[in-house]
Each structure stands twice: as structure tokens, then as C-alpha cells.
């Protein structure tokens, strides 16, 4: 469904039971709502799955403006808004997991839980520096150039070379992104610091980090579980940013604990 969410047009689509707790799954930067198949294959039984597209990602329409965190927190109230979702579960990857943390400091009384998957609360100065070279990257060559030169830190090299068709959909999605929507939240990425406020968030909260990976470190989780009251770690081994994609099975089995332990919340 596309719905007009601050004078954009942002697709949604709402899986699993009708009568069942919502758990909003937000995904990372040059994704979209598929990056998640292997996570709604396993919760759409009993929770009702909502996800979408951010501006310029997915069936979403490219930014009129350029985007800031804030901005995209304020379209995850409206997408909740929009598909009739007062409070919910919040799963967020990456970018979602930041914009999880912005709604958790913004609009606490929304969230029911909150799960910070491979995520970050602080730009430093090397995440800083590697942005700015894709965006620089994806304005001169495409998106195809952004990928092979970030390819790497998505998934193993195993899986790389294997090049299968889980790794040639989630290819598909990133090609498809368009320059503004990536740039845009390239750009917003780069603003990123909000460690400094996580003690604020009362949310029942879990950390999933992926062992291996080397742009959300377990450096980046740990700061993250140590900030945020009675937040719990918990460590997917030998993966790296996509684990969700790579390794659902081990990614799932620290997720679904955390979201049933808290279905009634």
C-alpha cells in the first residue's frame, strides 16, 4: 500500500494474523521491506509484521528533500499512523535500528519493545569518511559501484562468491535504490549521535549484533547494551552486517526470545 506520509509516498504492507501484536521491521540503507522475507517466514504465524520502504528505497518514492533522522523517525510515526498501529514491537537493521533508537528518545509511549540489530549509536570519524566516499561514489558511478565497493561488508566471502539467489535478491534491492534515497540517507547516517542519550530509553530493549561485522562492530553493540537500561546483547558468530539475509536461522534465534518475551508488554 502507498500512503502519503509527510508529503512523500512511502509503500507499507502489513503480514500475519489480524488480531495479533505488531512488530515493525525497518531496514537498512539501500534495502527495503525484502530484506526481512527470511524474518516474516518465521513471525507471520503469530505476530502481525508490518514494514516499509524509506523515501527513495524499495516502492517508496525518491526524497523531495534531503532526509535527517530525525525526519525519518517522524515517517515511522506516520507509517504507524498510517496503517492504524497505536504501539508496536520495533525490529530495526541498521538504519533502522537507528531510527528505533530516535523513536524510543521521541515517542517512547509507541514502542513496546525494541530490537537494535547490527546497528550503531555514534558516527565516528571512519564511518564518517567511508559515507562521504560512496556518496561521492554512487553520484559519479551508480549505484553498481556502491555495491561492489561495499559488498564486502555485508556478507562473508563465502557467500559472496556462491553468488546464489538470496544473494543475487538482496543485489536486486540495493541496484534498485535510487541515488537520492541512498545519498540522502547516506548523509543523515553521517549525523548519527545518539549515544549519548541512550540511558534515556525506557523500552524493554535487545541488542543483536553480528560477530563479524565491520560496520556495526561488537564495539558499536556493546556501547549500545551498556548505555540503554537493562538492555541484553546478543551475539550472531562468524556473520557480518546482513546476518538477517545470511544466517536467518541464528538471527532469528536471538529475535523471536526477545519478541515473544515481551507479546505481552
Known sequence: MISVVNGQSLYWRMDGPADAPVAVLAHSLGGSHRLWDWQVAALAGRWRVLRYDLPGHGDSAAPASAPTLERYVADAVGIM????????HWVGLSLGGMIGQGLALAHGDRLLSLALCNTAALA???????LARREKVAH???MAAIWEMTKTFWFTPEFLAAEDPVYRSVRKVFLATSIAGYVGGAAAVAELAYLAR????RTSTAVIASAADPIATIGHAEAMADCIPGAALH?????RHFSNVEAP????ACLLPFLEANRAA
Do not use: H, M, Q, T
Not at 124 to 130: K, L, V
Not at 249 to 252: E, G, P, V
Open 81 to 88: 499512523d498510517a496503517a492504524g498501529v497505536g504501539k508496536a
Open 249 to 252: 536461522a541464528a538471527f532469528n
Open 140 to 142: 559519479a558511478s551508480g
Open 235 to 239: 551475539v550472531v558468530e562468524g556473520y
Open 198 to 201: 541512550l540511558s534515556g530509553i
Open 124 to 130: 565516528g570519524p571512519w564511518y564518517r569518511e567511508n
